[in-house]
Structures are given as C-alpha cells and as structure tokens.
C-alpha cells in the first residue's frame, strides 16, 4: 500500500516512535515550497526546537518506490533510513528513494542512511549529524545531483566522515557485496 502525506502536513513522534514503511510499501511526502512537509518530535517549545535524537527515525524497508519533496526531517536520531535487504538473500530487485527539495537536520545519530537502495535526490541538504551526515553502504544506484552534507556537529567528537559510500554490507560473520553506481553532481 502507500502512504500519501499531503503539504503543509506537521507529523511529529513521541519519544522513540518512528515511521516504518514495511516490505512492499510506498511512501509518498509530497509536499510543496510554500507547505513543507515536517517530520519532528512532540516538544515543540524553543528550548527543544532544535534538539537532536528526539524520535527514531524514518524506515522505509525494502519498499517499492517511494518521494519525498518539499520535506524537513528534523530532531530525529537517524532522520531517514531506506533498506533494500533482499539483495542480502540474493534478491536483486530495485528498491527506489527519490527526494527533491529535503532537509535533513540535528539527527543524533545518521542523517541518511540507506543499504542496497536505489537513490536519486536533488537539491537536498543534510546537516548537523551526530554521526554520518550520509552513508550509502550495500552498493546500489545513487545520483546526487545539487546536494550539501555539511556536519557543523558541536554536542560531541564526531570520528565517522560525513559522507560515506561502499558496496558491501556486514551479515552475521561475513560481508555481502553488492555493485555501486555513483553519480555526484553540483
């Protein structure tokens, strides 16, 4: 099924909720300029406006094909995570993340964060991460075309790079590897 947010739509997570788009689903975030899309917690007073690590994160997990536009992802501990796991039991069928006009911002943890998906984002800005601003880790397709990934992370040492790409993934014991086709454009 899909999941259809409509603009100027305000989705806020209490604690350690999380959005999970499960195997097969689609999630559509179709937001516009003038009526952005917001994913953030619950704690709306000044003093938590800008808080990292207030939620979990957004999980789309080995869906279809799945937008977000016009989006803020904000205060979240992995602000989105896309996961194309069935490349992990040979499944090699694409799973599809298209963003345009998405940022990401004060994710405790990992702003994106995808394995084995197909991603192609546009005018997207990620920053302030506690650790990866992004990381595309199990191959996949991934066209950046005008993305900023700067991390000016001050709560703590940050040791991880602020973009990160491989074409393998860890299972059990050993590593999975999967082909990367990286396409960066500014």
Sequence with gaps: CTLTIQPGTQ??????????????????????????????????????????GQWDRILINDGGSSRLQHCLIKNAFIGLQGDHLGKLNGNAGASQLNL????????????????????????????????????????????????TIANYWSRSNRTSPSLFFSNYALSGNSSIAAPLNLQVQN
């Design 11 to 52: 989705v806020h997570f209490f604690n350690n909720g999380a959005l999970w788009v499960y195997r097969g689903g689609n999630l559509q975030a179709l937001g516009e300029a003038h009526q952005p899309i917001v994913f953030q917690g619950t704690r709306l007073p000044q003093a938590w406006a800008e808080q990292p």
């Design 100 to 147: 345009h006009n998405v940022e990401i911002r004060n994710s405790s943890g990992i702003g994106l964060y995808t394995r084995g998906l197909n991603v192609e984002a546009s005018n997207l800005l990620i920053h302030n991460c506690g650790q990866y601003g992004a990381a595309f880790t199990l191959g996949g397709t991934i066209r950046l075309r005008h993305a």
